[in-house]
């Protein structure tokens, strides 16, 4: 059984950092193309960033862009979102994703892309 779990959220101010991660369980993580999304309550999912299988490529939200980095380690099972500059309007929860790919390069950034979340964890940035 698949299962991922975030961890790393918390309280935080206007322009601080926090660092999210993700490990997973019952998949080879090294298969799985990943992803970050976020979801404020009564607003849709919404993509946040996305890394390859192989970690070759990444790809981001204009929103987070030059802010956020996502990265994984596949020996580990895990992957991270390191997210600087931090703003109130990055306060959601945050949400990994992952999905079955061959395509060692490929990024995936709708949520219907996906087969396997986490429970989230939340980020709450004060002004």
């Known amino acids: 059984q698949v299962r991922l779990l975030e961890s790393g959220g918390g309280l935080v101010q206007a322009g601080g950092s926090l660092r999210l991660s993700c490990a997973g369980s019952g998949l080879t993580f090294s298969n799985y193309a990943l992803g970050w999304f976020r979801q404020v309550s009564g607003k849709e999912r919404e993509f946040v960033a996305a890394?390859?299988?192989?970690?070759?490529?990444?790809g981001y939200a204009d929103s987070v862009q030059g802010r956020f980095t996502i990265s994984r380690d596949n020996a580990k099972n895990t992957m991270f979102l390191q997210m600087n500059g931090l703003t109130p309007e990055d306060t959601a929860v945050y949400y990994c994703?992952?999905?079955?790919?061959?395509?060692?390069?490929?990024?995936?950034?709708?949520?219907?892309?996906?087969?396997?979340w986490g429970q989230g964890t939340q980020v709450t940035v004060s002004a």
């Open positions: 994703a992952a999905r079955a790919s061959g395509l060692s390069i490929v990024l995936f950034t709708t949520t219907r892309d996906y087969a396997y």
């Open positions: 890394i390859s299988q192989s970690g070759g490529r990444t």
